[in-house]
């Protein structure tokens, strides 16, 4: 029962914590999940705002894109969350002790599982956001060497015109497996 309030609670705190913003100058290895506005920056920061529009709204205004973009990243949070409680379960289930010694930070590590889901979810994102941002790249070399080609290639639209995004999302798939 404690470990189902436990997960009830992670997935509860999840998505708020997703979207906050980590407390400033907060350094260690208690570093916190960047929020999902913070990685939608860092990905328009790092491709271009041209490259983050074809990716998330390739017909809409930079609104819609960094919409489309914290939308994307609350749902890659919640998978994230969802898939480490579950690997936290099993390690868990596998050596009670070890994993509290492990995880656990307070006195009597029952807070184990929690820093468990949190560091492994933390971890998750992030690989997705660097798997994101190299596809991008990738694909805003490939567009520019030729734009023709290119549309052709991954775009599956009528006017060819989520090439871009077909692009990242194919490239990035890839560098998970």
Known sequence: ???L????????????????????????????????AELCKQQRRTIGM????????????????MDECLKAQKSIAGI??????????????????AFAAK???NANDKNAFGKCVSEQAKDSVEAQQQATLNAAKKC?????????AFAAKYGTNANKRNA???CVSKLASEQDD
């Not at 997935?11 to 290895?29: D, M, S, V």
């Not at 041209?50 to 894109?65: E, T, V, W």
């Not at 805003?140 to 023709?148: D, F």
């Open 80 to 97: 994230a969350a969802k898939n480490a409680a579950m690997a936290c379960k099993a390690e868990q289930d596998a050596n009670p002790a």
């Open 103 to 105: 995880y656990g930070k």
């Open 50 to 65: 041209d490259a983050f529009r074809a990716l998330y709204a390739p017909s809409g205004k930079p609104k819609a894109a």
């Open 164 to 166: 871009f995004g077909k």
């Open 5 to 36: 309030v436990i997960i009830a609670s992670v997935f509860a705190l999840a998505a708020p914590a997703a979207l906050a913003a980590p407390p400033t100058g907060q350094q260690g290895a208690q570093a916190t999940t960047p929020s999902a």
């Open 1 to 3: 029962m404690t470990r």
């Open 140 to 148: 805003k070399a490939e567009r520019a060497a030729n734009t023709q």
